[in-house]
């Protein structure tokens, strides 16, 4: 069984369309984020969510929005898609979000804007 | 805040032969530290972390880092490598609540046969 899942694995749009990404843990864990990869491998947190409720919400523009309809599930929404919004997103959860804990990631949704 | 800081974005290395990807963090508060290995087209797994105790932490892998508390530093080690070991490493520091997270920007590891 895969730990933490998104779909899809690949994903190509259009400037101004709107996208979800969404995620699921088999895990149990309490918290779960989103982290965007840009082509230089450089990561940034963008979101965390501790039993439904937003912890982090790093520098993020509004357009991108998280939505956790229970505590297994993490999607991301994004509006309006700009050519900048194209990178590899990963999914991840860990027990909580104090920080000693292990984060478990999924395999990443590669976004292509064009 | 903290800052994490890896100087070396890429390292050649032949195989067998020992590496170190260096690391070093800002931090004014106690903070954790944590190394994660991305393989090609794959999501991050935990190497090691250092929380407490003994400054030498052993990972899986064969991998080990040492928390240098005085120098700011989280070096991770190997003694010899393998074509396998060929990846993306990132270092990474939080704060003892977790809502001060971050990665470093990462060393790209490519051993040579």
């Known amino acids: 069984d895969t730990a933490v899942s998104q779909t899809p694995k690949y994903l190509v749009t259009q400037m101004g369309n709107d996208k979800s990404i969404k995620c699921e843990q088999n895990l149990g864990h309490d918290t779960m984020y989103w982290y965007k990869q840009d082509s230089k491998k450089f990561l940034k947190i963008m979101f965390s969510?501790?039993?439904?409720?937003?912890?982090i919400n790093e520098t993020v523009p509004n357009r991108f929005s998280p939505k956790s309809p229970d505590k297994a599930h993490l999607n991301l929404h994004i509006n309006s898609l700009e050519l900048g919004d194209s990178a590899v997103y990963f999914c991840?959860?860990?027990?909580?979000?104090?920080?000693?804990?292990?984060?478990?990631f999924g395999p990443g949704t590669r976004l292509t804007v064009t | 805040a903290q800052s994490v800081t890896q100087l070396d974005s890429q390292v050649p290395v032949f195989e067998e032969a020992p590496v170190e990807l260096r690391c070093n963090y800002s931090s004014s508060v106690s903070v954790y530290l944590f190394w994660y290995v991305q393989y090609p087209n794959q999501g991050l797994q935990l190497l090691l972390k250092y929380l407490s105790g003994s400054t030498l932490v052993k990972g899986i892998n064969g991998f080990e880092a040492e928390f240098n508390k005085s120098q700011t530093s989280f070096h991770l080690r190997k003694p010899s490598v393998h074509i396998s070991d060929t990846a993306e490493y990132f270092c990474a520091v939080s704060d003892l609540t977790g809502n001060q997270f971050y990665f470093g920007t990462g060393t790209s590891l490519t051993v040579i046969p």
């Open positions: 991840a959860s860990s027990h909580g979000l104090a920080g000693s804990y292990e984060q478990y």
């Open positions: 969510y501790n039993n439904k409720e937003l912890i």
